[in-house]
């Protein structure tokens, strides 16, 4: 069974053909007297809006898990955080009431969980710059000179490649404690503590102008595929006397949360982190208009997983995907030729050399970029949750 599952027995739902927020419209009037017209097609524009938004990322299923399909998640998670935010300054006086005042609770708790995920992935992008520095030097060993390949060439780009296959076998283990640990818990030193590793001062740059970490952002001990378990723990679809009860604000919260899991899922099955296994249950009641998509991606990345040459990857990112293949399918071709090597042979090298030129492309174009995204998200959680929590805490005086 998928890790993303439909399971009757858990829906809270009267019909399957039913809206979720018709059920709040039938039953809320019973809690407000004066429900309004607006925030129920707020709250249904959001579900329909993630919906497409989660549509559009599997709409071109030869992109998915490229660097710039990951970038255009994240640029999905940050639409949706912040027309939840908006929802959410616009429930103001509803946010005290039981049980929605609980339920926010557990989201910014996940939210919290998420930071630490967002921190091992930033060290992960620092490690594939390290790789990309080894490719570079495979690169300007086989094209720097005119044919025919020399020893001396050969030589510098294997002793490379071995220095590559060593980083990439040890990533688990590249990992120093210097963060913060797995327990993702709400206290505000927490949140500071994780906020210097993406703050002005929490890196530094080497040589060759890449951004570089002081120290890795989480403990030896952390464990991403645990963290994400963490945050998708007790996450269940509302009731419908929930729904009634919150005046339908469990929903987009729901939603919100799934969002999140199913980002940070992606971003740890992708990217090279600790523990990074991806076994992680969470079922979705096929009445949300944007289940079918969420469910039928998190299908699509489980079977990526499963193929035989990805089993041991360092990461699911295509283009890990394609460093791995291309530097073994080198590493193989310089193991067996003689020098001065035939014209055939160096035509299969150049080839070879010629894709990771293209994949060396790739990570000097979108690793910056990544990264900045990926520091968004960080940010834009704890500034989001601070804001809620203070709405949380202090009164609503009206308007």
């Known amino acids: 069974m998928p890790a993303m599952d439909y399971q009757s027995s858990s829906t809270p739902f009267a019909s399957i053909g039913r809206s979720i927020l018709s059920i709040r419209r039938d039953q809320v009037h019973s809690v407000d007297p004066s429900p309004s017209s607006d925030q129920d097609q707020e709250l249904e524009s959001f579900q329909k809006h993630v919906s497409t938004l989660l549509s559009e990322l599997s709409s071109n299923p030869d992109d998915l898990l490229s660097m710039s399909w990951i970038r255009r998640l994240l640029d999905t ?45 930033r060290d992960g992008i620092d490690q594939i710059r390290q790789w990309s520095a080894h490719l570079d030097i495979v690169l300007a060993a086989l094209l720097s000179r005119p044919s025919p390949l020399g020893e001396g060439q050969i030589r510098r780009a294997k002793k490379a490649l071995a220095d590559l296959a060593i980083l990439m076998l040890e990533n688990d283990k590249d990992s120093s404690g210097g963060g913060g640990g797995g327990g993702g818990g709400g206290g505000s030193s927490i949140l500071s503590h994780r906020n210097r590793s993406f703050g002005r001062n929490s890196g530094s740059r080497d040589k060759k102008g890449h951004f570089r970490s002081l120290s890795w952002s ?54 090279p982190c600790q ?27 489980l079977e990526e997983s499963k193929k035989k040459e990805r089993k041991n990857s360092c990461g699911l990112l295509r283009e890990i995907h394609q460093i791995e293949r291309t530097t073994r ?21 150049r080839q070879m050399v010629g894709e990771l ?41 009206g308007e």
């Open 329 to 349: 399918g080198l590493m193989d071709v310089l193991d067996s030729v003689q020098v001065p090597m035939g014209d055939e042979k160096e035509a299969e090298v």
């Open 218 to 271: 989480v403990s030896r001990s952390w464990s991403a595929s645990k963290q994400i378990q963490a945050i998708g723990s007790n996450l269940n679809a509302p009731r419908a006397n929930e729904i009634s009860a919150t005046s339908g604000l469990a929903v987009p919260v729901y939603t919100m949360s799934s969002v999140l899991l199913f980002t940070m899922w992606s971003l740890v099955a992708a990217i």
């Open 357 to 397: 030129a293209q994949v060396c492309e790739v990570l000097r174009e979108g690793l910056a970029p990544l990264e900045r995204q990926v520091r968004e998200v960080f940010h834009r959680i704890v500034r989001s949750r601070t804001e809620g929590l203070d709405c949380l805490t202090k009164p609503h005086n």
């Open 77 to 121: 998670f940050l639409i949706c955080q912040e027309e939840f935010r908006v929802i959410f300054f616009n429930s103001r006086p509803l946010l005290s009431r039981a049980p929605i005042d609980r339920i926010i609770s557990d989201f910014f708790d996940r939210a919290v969980k998420a930071l630490d995920v967002c921190n091992a992935v």
């Open 275 to 301: 523990d990074r296994g991806i076994q992680t249950h969470f079922s979705v009641p096929r009445s949300f208009v944007w289940a079918t998509a969420v469910l039928s991606l998190h299908e699509k990345i």
